[in-house]
């Protein structure tokens, strides 16, 4: 079985950069594996890619270095069987709210006796049934990650109590969804996230856990390292290719160039109606 970078990086002190995918074609994935990044956030909870879909992606991916991180919904427990078995070096858990649902990730995604994961060993993981089975479950519960997600002022309080749970790896705070449950939607500035970032540091810290988020810049990635974070998510692929594209069009309109962007025209409406 492939080992995870990113989980290896963090043991030895050192930082990991991992950028998120959207796109489902496999080069994709084949040439930011190839590139070297860290990990691919590969996401099943906001998008409707199938299981056999992400193991197409996920199989174009090991030609390169990156591991794939997996994030199901919340709550598709059984669906991460799954997407382990078809090589994913780690699990992203979305919302979680507590240390006993950080525990259900621990139990879905570890075999026993850390967990209750089933067995197959016939897919990409094992792979296809060439690794004894006794090194096998002890390699895959030694090396996959996990990874939960603190989204919601409830999962901040709760942040030590799931930093403690044995077999969660990493806390990852996600602004995005935290800013909109708390009011303040996608104001990342805002006293509310700031003390996010110190509440989920202090509380990695405390259960000898990494923890990360995602950051626009490497000024802030320099501000979160500061607090202690390791596990950073950069940029994704939709959104370069889509300032990839109006940076051609602001760059080619002052020779007469005209375009019909239907996207800025219903972000333009959506704004007025709203105002």
Not at 38 to 48: A, F, T, Y
Not at 251 to 270: H, I, M, Q, S, V
């Amino acid at each position: 079985m492939r080992l995870s970078r990113v989980k290896s990086k963090l043991k030895c002190g050192e930082p990991v950069l991992i950028t998120c995918c959207h796109f489902i074609d496999p080069s994709v994935y084949e040439l930011v594996s190839l590139l070297g990044f860290d990990g691919i956030w590969l996401d099943l909870e906001h998008h409707s890619t199938s299981d056999e879909t992400a193991s197409n992606l996920m199989r174009a991916a090991r030609v390169g270095a990156s591991d794939v991180i997996a994030r199901p919904a919340k709550g598709e427990f059984m669906r991460m069987g799954r997407l382990l078995e078809a090589g994913a070096q780690g699990i992203m858990y979305p919302r979680c709210e507590s240390a006993e649902e950080a525990a259900e990730l621990v139990r879905w995604a570890k075999f026993a006796p850390q967990g209750e994961r089933g067995v197959d060993g016939a897919n990409g993981d094992n792979p296809y049934c060439a690794i004894p089975m006794a090194p096998y479950l002890k390699a895959a519960n030694e090396h996959t990650l996990l990874i939960a997600q603190l989204e919601s002022p409830n999962a901040l309080d709760h942040a030590a109590a799931i930093a403690g749970v044995p077999g969660v790896d990493v806390l990852m705070l996600g602004p995005g969804d935290l800013s909109v449950v708390a009011g303040i939607p996608y104001q990342f500035d805002h006293p509310i996230i700031i003390d996010a970032y110190r509440r989920v540091a202090e509380a990695a810290k405390s259960a000898g856990k990494w923890w990360g988020t995602v950051s626009g810049s490497p000024e802030h990635t320099q501000k979160l390292f500061d607090l202690g974070a390791k596990f950073i998510c950069h940029g994704a692929d939709l959104i370069m290719v889509k300032q990839g594209m109006e940076q051609i069009q602001q760059r080619y309109a002052p020779l007469g160039f005209t375009f019909d962007n239907r996207l800025a025209a219903e972000a333009a409406r959506l704004t007025e109606n709203q105002s």
